[in-house]
């Protein structure tokens, strides 16, 4: 069989496999994208977490032209409601303000559901000049060579590439053939998501509440059915999930009620519920020979703070940046490290506070709890503290390395 040639090869057809196919297509790039699962559809039900884009993730997607048509379903999330509770049921101790008006910013992030984000994407890269989509089969096999990677996917078909981008997700199959182990650190967490619709309206707030278990995210949706709206993120101990999750929806519904001490008013639910295992992991290199690990398949972090798919991005800014800045370096080795080196440091530090936050945050010892409340009051009311907190979870993009 042929081998065809391209400048680079993407394993994975998630938000993150897409967004960075667009804008290597878009940078002239010719590119080959392969997922074995179907072209995402306006129908599919399969992934019902929403994502909050920060700043620098919503500038990407607005470069490679799919803003426009996700800005209609974006909720703009101003103001972060931050509560400490404690007690059974849940009490209110601690409540806090944060608005992205303190910083000059419209927002903090905008809210999007990730099927919509996804079909936009896909909808985009089916016509978009030198991408070639080939959804239906995966990354099968890899053969590195100094000035290429060799790629072989499930139904055959041959590639020969300048640079294979592994965005396959957290067990990704292209990471594990460059030879690329993870560290996992598993917290016997797991994340219910799912939507609601409340009386109370959002007011574009998202609100994160915090008692031990884990914390409980209300997140700004556009109305449903003529009601307000919000996703839903809820951490628990494994096995107190995994209890809720069998409860029949109007006990659910009631529990989420009881564990959002009732902000919103009552909640319904409005869509499935799903199941996520929270873990930090790492991968132990972001690069192999002509190969670079992105988004899960680099990191996956536990769902606080919309750090994951946003850190993702920032995987994506910087490979495109360094590839526009010298093209003929494209998968050579000082490009490889000078990306590793850039994105090692601030997945890492990232990676830290996150786990230390939910360490925190999920924690019943009394003081932990008291450190809680206390952090919040302190964060919050030193306004040069929580202006510095702010800006760093906006996630001001870093600059790409000056040279390869
Ligand atoms: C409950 C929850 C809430 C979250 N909320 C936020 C948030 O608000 N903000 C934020 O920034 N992040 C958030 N995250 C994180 C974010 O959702 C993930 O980082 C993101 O969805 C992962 O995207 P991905 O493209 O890396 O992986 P995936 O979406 O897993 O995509 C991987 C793709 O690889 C494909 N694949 C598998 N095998 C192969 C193969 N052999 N060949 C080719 N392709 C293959 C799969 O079919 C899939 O399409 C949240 C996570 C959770 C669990």
New binding site residues.
């Given amino acids: 069989m042929s081998v065809a040639s391209c400048d680079i090869f993407i394993?994975?057809?998630?938000?993150?496999?897409l967004v960075a196919a667009l804008g290597f297509a878009h940078s002239g790039f010719s590119t080959v994208l392969?997922?074995?699962?179907p072209l995402p559809e306006p129908s599919d039900q399969s992934?019902l977490?929403?994502?909050?884009?920060?700043q620098p993730?919503r500038a990407l997607l607005d470069e490679i032209g799919v803003w426009p048509d996700l800005a209609v379903a974006a909720t703009p999330l101003e103001t972060l409601r931050v509560i400490d509770s404690a007690g059974d049921p849940p009490a209110i101790r601690t409540e806090r303000a944060f608005r992205s008006d303190d910083l000059g910013a419209v927002a903090f992030g905008w809210?999007l559901p990730?099927a919509l984000t996804r079909q936009v994407l896909a909808e985009r890269a089916t016509t978009t000049d030198g991408l070639t989509l080939k959804f239906g089969t995966?990354?099968?096999n890899l053969l590195s060579r100094d000035g290429e990677a060799r790629i072989t996917l499930?139904d055959g078909t041959r590639i020969a590439a300048r640079l294979a981008i592994a965005?396959?997700?957290?067990?990704?199959?292209?990471r594990e053939a460059a030879g690329i182990d993870v560290e996992i650190t598993r917290y016997g967490q797991k994340?219910l998501?799912f939507a609601v619709t409340h009386e109370v309206p959002h007011n574009a707030v998202s609100t994160e509440l915090y008692l031990s278990g884990g914390a409980f995210v209300l997140?700004p949706l556009p109305d449903h059915r003529g009601q307000p709206a919000s996703a839903v993120?809820w951490m628990n101990d494994g096995p107190e999930a995994l209890r809720l999750h069998a409860l029949d929806d109007d006990a659910f519904a009631r529990a989420a009620t009881l564990r959002s001490c009732n902000v919103l008013g009552p909640l319904s639910l409005s869509s499935p519920r799903?199941v996520?295992p929270?873990v930090t992991q790492k991968a132990k290199a972001l690069t192999a020979r002509r190969v670079a690990l992105?988004?899960?398949?680099a990191h996956?972090?536990p769902?606080i703070g919309?750090?994951?798919?946003?850190?993702?991005l920032m995987d994506i800014r910087l490979l495109l940046d360094l590839a526009r800045k010298a093209p003929d370096s494209l998968g050579t080795r000082p490009y490889l490290d000078r990306y590793a080196k850039a994105r090692e440091a601030d997945i890492r530090a990232r990676a830290r506070i996150i786990d230390l936050y939910n360490r925190l945050c999920r924690s019943d010892a009394p003081p932990a709890q008291a450190l809680r409340s206390l952090g919040l009051r302190t964060v919050h009311d030193i306004a040069p503290l929580r202006q510095r907190v702010m800006q760093a979870g906006l996630g001001r993009a870093r600059k790409a390395p000056s040279s390869v």
Avoid: H, K
């Fill in positions: 394993s994975g057809g998630g938000i993150a496999g392969a997922d074995p699962g992934d977490r929403s994502t909050a884009y920060l993730g809210n990730n995966g990354f099968s499930g965005a396959d997700g957290r067990a990704s199959p292209l994340a998501a997140v993120v799903q996520w929270v992105v988004a899960e398949a996956v972090l769902p919309a750090q994951g798919l946003n850190t993702s």
